[in-house]
């Protein structure tokens, strides 16, 4: 990693937000969507960067998922991973997004609760909780379907449905058989 570059992946850690402050970024997420009227997943790639102040870059990496450079004030170059499937690369957008918002995209080393907010608002951003709560019921929890509806990968929707109380059992949700 170069000075003045932040690398998307972060370290690991069992600490976890506290519930306030989950529900913080929850809500800031969700008035990212509405103050775009817009009332139905999937969220607009253009809410998940400003196209007049990020340059996008893809890169043939093998594990890096995303990196983040000012390039001046105002003016920021995101890298992502080519080799990634594009709903992954929404939402490393999404959490590179969340950096640069906090100021945090030119900090070199973030802690394991950074990365925790980040992964935190990209879900929120993704994965509005009443949007999903609709199409959970709406989809009879298909996974393949809820995925596709809100262009995320089946891991972000494993984790999302699971923290919000919707159990995901064998690699499907339940009632419904697993799509391998
Ligand atoms: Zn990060």
């Known amino acids: 990693m170069k000075p003045g570059w932040r690398s998307g992946d972060g370290a690991r850690s069992a600490r976890r937000l506290r519930t306030s402050e989950q529900l913080e970024i929850e809500e800031l997420a969700r008035g990212v969507n ?92 993704l994965m509005p909780s009443d949007w999903i709560f609709y199409f959970w019921e709406a989809y009879k929890g298909d996974l393949r379907r809820l995925c596709s509806r809100f262009k995320v990968s089946r891991q972000a929707m494993e984790v999302r449905l699971k923290e919000l109380g919707l159990a995901v059992q064998g690699g499907s949700s339940i009632g419904r058989r697993a799509d391998k």
């Open 34 to 125: 509405q103050g775009h009227g817009v009332k139905a997943p999937p969220t607009p790639d253009y809410l998940l960067a400003d196209p007049q102040s990020y340059i996008i870059r893809h890169f043939d990496w093998e594990r890096l998922s995303a990196a983040t450079m000012r390039v001046e004030p105002g003016l920021w170059l995101v890298c992502l991973n080519k080799n990634h499937s594009k709903v992954r690369q929404r939402f490393s957008l999404a959490h590179e997004h969340w950096h640069i918002l906090q100021n945090e995209a030119m900090a070199f080393q973030l802690d394991a609760l950074d990365e925790r907010r980040a992964n935190h608002f990209a879900a929120s951003l």
